[in-house]
Every structure is written in structure tokens, then in C-alpha cells.
């Protein structure tokens, strides 16, 4: 046994000085471009949802049978126009009851009040009690309450009544009636239609904190009718009229880190629906150059991207970047880089933190990014 033991040192020995004598790994053979910057136009772009800027759903405010529907579906509506009429004979038999009591509630406080006057008169000549007096003034404040009471009572019927019929509240475009002729409707529950405005119409779309102070100032520059900064897209398709920012939301959503900010856009030709998905398209800031480099020079792991940035000794080092819009073959570099670094574009699989590199240049060092 100790023979064996003794022959398994002398082999571990044996390769130990083996991997010495074969010393370090040989420098990985890769491929170097520099980080460059370009005047590239591009978009960035964001996932929207086409909207109105003005919608209403019609509900009842009464209950009762529908009596009367006074348009086509999809119809375009002017403010005030007349849309529905519920069955008001109840209510205008409410009215006219209410209308009765306030006449013999007004006829009582007359009375109630010539008899105060007259007690007080006689009351001037000691001629009736002080109670009797009382009395009479107690009659008229109780009149007078009354009185408040019954027109209370005639306004709110009176309101019913006008309740039963529905108007447009704006001019719009109207939807598909939810109701017919006939048709049961309850007070605050059952919706009727919705009218929505068309033209202009907006597009809702989130930005990230960092854009905010960006989207502010586009908020506040004059607004140019041949300005492309925002357009949107339908896959392949471009709308063909460019949109303004409408507003900015005030606060950020604390669960998102996102603010809402909405786009406006004319829509004559009615091409643009309500709740339509879209990508909305905001050119990039041309007074400023962009980084970039190589699309095939980025490493993704877990959801985070990293480049192999060649340091001293020909060693490279891993870092995080943050990446824009794609360009072609080429790639924006938000954040993590500095023009003029040398990045590693091929070889990338075999390079790990630390490793020695033998480098060659990349095969067109002047190619330009193709603009978009």
C-alpha cells in the first residue's frame, strides 16, 4: 500500500511541474473596435394606447322604460343635441302634485300671516293674551318652513323630469346605443351610450424619470406644423401627421418609477381609433451626439448587458452598459462607456474577467452607422 501511495505522489508531482512548465493560458485571440459617436438620427420608441381627450359614458339619472333613441349609431353629436327620452309620466304627475302643495302651502302662509299682523295689533290695544300672540308667530315661522319644504320639494321633481331626457354634453362621436326603445333603465346603473371626441385625439404613452426634464422642455418649445419630433407607428406603418406633447402628468407612479404623458394628434380622415395599440416615436436629440458601438459586442446576462472593455496589459475587464436604439449593426450606448474606449467585438465567448487578449482590429474601423 505505501508503494501506491508513493507512486500517486510522484504523479501529481510529476504534473504539477508539467502545468508550470506550460505556464499561463495563451492570450485569447479577439477582434478591438473603438467607441465611436454620430450624429445618427433614430427614434426612441415607447408602446401607446390611442384615447380620447374628451369621453363621457351616458348613464340615467331616473329609472324607467326608454321611450326614445334620437340618433343612428356612430353619428356625430352637437352639444345639446337631444340622444334619449325615458318615460316621464310619472314623474310630471310628481311635478304637478308638488306643483299643488306648494300653492295650498303659500295660500297657508298668507293666512298665517295676516293673523300675525292682526294679533300684533290688537296686542298694541291689550286687547288679546300674550299667549294668543305667541301663538300666531309660531304659526307663521312653521308656515315659512313649510314653504322652503314644498319648493324644495318642486325643484327636485322638477329635476326628475328634466332627467328624462338626455342631451349630448359635448360635440362628439356617439358609440352603439346599449339600449333600445322599450328597454328597462335603472337610475346610476344602466349605461346607455358614450360620446367621445375624435379630432384632435390623444395617445397615452409612460416615460422613465430620467426623461421627464427632457419631455418638459419639448413641452415647452414652439410647436413647428412640419415638426416630426413625435410620430406613431402601427407596425410597419407611420401615421402621416406628426403630434404635440398635450400634458405631462404631475406626479410619478412610486410602484413604476413611469409618468404619463400624452401626445396630441389631428385625425380628420378618422384613422385613429380609441383604444388602439400603437408605438409612439420620438426623435432623439440631434444638438447632441450618441456613443456607439457594435450590436454584436454586447453580452446579455440576466437581463443586464455588459461589454469587455480592453484595459492595460492588453487585459480586459467586464462593465455594465445601458443600451439605446438599435442601428443597423451598431448600437447606442446610453450610459457605462467613453469615446474612444477600446471594446472587444469578436472573441467575446471566450473572454471571462481579467483574461489577456491578443487583439486585432476590427475589419472596417471607418464604417460609419447607418442612419435611420
Do not use: W
Not at 477582434?31 to 459617436?37: A, C, F, G, R, S
Not at 343635441?81 to 295660500?107: R, T
Not at 321633481?157 to 333600445?180: D, E, L, R
Amino acid at each position: 500500500m505505501g508503494s501506491v501511495i508513493l507512486a500517486g505522489m510522484l504523479f501529481a508531482s510529476c504534473g504539477n511541474k508539467k502545468q508550470a512548465a506550460q505556464g499561463p493560458p495563451p492570450p485569447v485571440p479577439v477582434t478591438v473596435d473603438t467607441v465611436k459617436e454620430t450624429d445618427a438620427a433614430y427614434y426612441d420608441e415607447f408602446p401607446g394606447t390611442v384615447v380620447a381627450l374628451n369621453e363621457v359614458k351616458l348613464t340615467s339619472q331616473v329609472s324607467g322604460y326608454v321611450t326614445g333613441v334620437y340618433f343612428n349609431d356612430g353619428d356625430k353629436v352637437s352639444k345639446g343635441q337631444k340622444l334619449y327620452s325615458i318615460d316621464a309620466q310619472v314623474y310630471a304627475a310628481n311635478y304637478q302634485q308638488a306643483q299643488a302643495n306648494l300653492e295650498v302651502v303659500e295660500s297657508n302662509l298668507n293666512k298665517a300671516q295676516k293673523d300675525a299682523d292682526r294679533y300684533h295689533e290688537l296686542d298694541k290695544h291689550e286687547a288679546i293674551s300674550k299667549q294668543q300672540v305667541d301663538y300666531a308667530d309660531a304659526s307663521l315661522q312653521a308656515a315659512k318652513k313649510q314653504l322652503a319644504a314644498a319648493r324644495a320639494n318642486v325643484n327636485a321633481v322638477s329635476s326628475n323630469v328634466k332627467f328624462a331626457s338626455i342631451y349630448a354634453p359635448f360635440s362628439g362621436t356617439i358609440g352603439i346605443s346599449q339600449v333600445k326603445v322599450g328597454t328597462a333603465v335603472v337610475a346610476g346603473q344602466s349605461l346607455l351610450n358614450t360620446v367621445s371626441t375624435d379630432n384632435p385625439i390623444a395617445v397615452d404613452f409612460a416615460i422613465g424619470q430620467k426623461d421627464i426634464y427632457r419631455f418638459s422642455k419639448l413641452q415647452q418649445e414652439p410647436v413647428n406644423a412640419k415638426d416630426s419630433v413625435f410620430r406613431i407607428a402601427f407596425g410597419t406603418d407611420i401615421y402621416p401627421y406628426p403630434g404635440k406633447i398635450n400634458l405631462v402628468d404631475r406626479a410619478v407612479d412610486p410602484q413604476t418609477g413611469t409618468i404619463k404623458t400624452r401626445l396630441e394628434f389631428p385625425n380628420q380622415q378618422n384613422l385613429l381609433k380609441a383604444g388602439m395599440n400603437t408605438t409612439v416615436k420620438v426623435l432623439s436629440n440631434s444638438s447632441e451626439k450618441s456613443k456607439i458601438i457594435p450590436y454584436k459586442a454586447i453580452v446579455e446576462q440576466l437581463g443586464e448587458f455588459f461589454v469587455y472593455v480592453l484595459g492595460d496589459s492588453n487585459k480586459v475587464s467586464q462593465r455594465k452598459v445601458q443600451t439605446g436604439k438599435q442601428l443597423g449593426q451598431y448600437i447606442i450606448i446610453k450610459d457605462g462607456l467613453e469615446s474612444g474606449e477600446k471594446i472587444i467585438t469578436e472573441g467575446v465567448q471566450s473572454l471571462r474577467e481579467g483574461s489577456v487578449v491578443n487583439t486585432a482590429p476590427a475589419k472596417k474601423p471607418g464604417e460609419e452607422a447607418p442612419k435611420k
